[in-house]
């Protein structure tokens, strides 16, 4: 198993060195000039020529691309062109709010998901089973950011429930901590949730199927001990991959949820780089996404050897 996890470390480096490339170069391309928005809207062209030569926009894109590589092998994302301040204290300042409404919408979903998937499959075909479909289907219908507005009219305008926007950090106390991740969580849980109950209801079904099930059964078994304790384990691998691509779903939509919500997180830090054109914190942004994608995989194709002994690598 460590030789396996050492592998699949090292296997990393290809993939994230293919992710920095592509960024690099698909922000270069793109249409915009950071220069331009920097020296404003009525600057001459030795003005912008001036500023694209302090920012070393002048340079060959070669040149850009070695330096920039140079300075992220030695832990240094760049400095901001707007802030001027370094990408990675950015990050740092940003990184809690993110962390905190990913973790805490990953407990709630996975937490309601699954017990709803396993019930619908026990009770399949029946009223139960109908109404979580439906619920799946739903969930996936409609947009997270129409959910959060619908939250917002409802439980911070009209009952005053809850906080409209804002972030409170732990420090400041776990219920306003909580009030104000509810909301965000709920909105960008839905989707997740939907799909994992739906794919734990498939899995569920045909473990259900199976002759030991039966066998169980016939033995006069608890249902609580043979759905949890013989069905869900082995149904478990394939929930446990949906998890792991649904990651995929948060990520993205951390994006809006903190905008609609105006949560001071990455996602907000992610829109504002993309408007001002600024290419450093863009770049850094994605490759600690793309490293977080890479080590939810990590954690998911080690939990299979766990889950399922057969499994081997």
Do not use: C
């Not at 959060?148 to 409170?168: S, T």
């Not at 914190?281 to 766990?306: C, E, P, R, T």
């Amino acid at each position: 198993m460590t030789a396996y996890i050492v592998r699949r470390l090292f296997a990393t480096l290809p993939v994230m060195a293919v992710v920095a490339l592509f960024v690099f170069f698909l922000l270069r391309f793109a249409p915009g000039d950071p220069a331009a928005i920097i020296a404003g809207e009525d600057a001459t062209a030795e003005a912008i020529a001036a500023v694209r030569a302090k920012l070393g926009l002048d340079r060959p894109m070669v040149e850009q691309l070695f330096v920039w590589t140079s300075q992220l092998l030695q832990g240094d994302m760049g400095v901001s062109i707007f802030s001027n301040m370094p990408v990675t204290r950015l990050i740092g300042q940003r990184l809690e709010p993110t962390v905190a409404l990913t973790l805490s919408t990953l407990f709630v979903a996975v937490a309601l998901a699954i017990p709803i998937g396993v019930v619908a499959a026990w009770k399949a075909r029946k009223l139960v089973d109908r109404l979580v479909m439906g619920f799946a289907v739903l969930g996936f219908a409609m947009p997270g950011f129409v959910l959060a507005y619908i939250l917002i009219y409802f439980f911070a305008v009209q009952w005053q429930l809850l906080p409209v926007q804002g972030y409170q950090p732990i420090r400041e106390g776990l219920w306003p901590f909580a009030e104000s991740l509810i909301l965000p969580s709920v909105a960008l849980g839905i989707t997740y949730m939907a799909l994992i109950a739906r794919i734990t209801r498939a899995s569920m079904l045909e473990v259900l199927a199976q002759d030991y099930i039966r066998t169980a059964n016939s033995k006069g078994l608890a249902t609580n001990r043979v759905l949890l304790l013989h069905a869900l384990k082995n149904a478990a691998v394939p929930i446990i991959t949906v998890i792991g691509i649904g990651i995929a779903l948060l990520i993205s939509g951390v994006v809006i949820t903190e905008t609609v919500f105006n949560i001071p997180g990455l996602g907000r830090l992610t829109v504002d780089a993309v408007l001002k054109r600024d290419y450093p914190v863009v770049q850094g942004l994605i490759l600690v996404f793309a490293g977080a994608k890479v080590l939810v995989n990590l954690v998911i194709d080690i939990s299979y050897a766990f889950l399922d002994p057969r499994i081997r690598y």
